[in-house]
């Protein structure tokens, strides 16, 4: 008797919890879905543009290393035309690296942050930061990261990107490799804070 009861017990359990999966089409809201992952990012976000202020309002009382020709040598980027890095370091390690090209080549920065030296954030400026609002750390276009995955990208006017398009893929790894490998002239040198 207690082993019916035992087995028409779990009949009922798998029965109840196989029928919460089961939901049709017509009771599920396809814009509440979407909302709610976008709002997941929007906030993940919101949070990471908070880090990237923090670290722009401090950034002048950071330790600022300049990358000399052998760094130059040692750094490889598709966009071999980079004239000018600065890196940005405090007692947690890097915070930001700014990227200048070279004028007669192009008017391009990038600039990246870090966050316990994850990158967290990179943004692309194909005119140069000069043309772009002095008061905003977050212009041209913006590339989010979690756990070295790009979660968000946006354009200069903050409309969102598709970040399974082909174009937003190779920049977003472009930077990720760019970003890995200042990361890694910086952990080789001996820069007293």
Known sequence: MKHLLFLLSLAILMAQSSCNSCTSEDDSDPKYDVMTRYGAWEARADETRAKVQKIEDRFNTFLHYEF????????DSEYPYWDKIDVYLNEKGLQKAKLFAMPSESLATEEFYFDE????????EEKGMKNVHPDSALHGNQFFFTRGVLVLALDPEGKRRDIEDDTVKIESVDLMHEAKQIREIIAQKQIKL
Not at 68 to 73: K, P
Not at 117 to 124: D, E, P, V
């Open 68 to 75: 000399d020709s052998l760094d130059h040598h040692i750094f």
């Open 117 to 124: 030296g994850n990158l967290i954030y990179a943004q692309k």
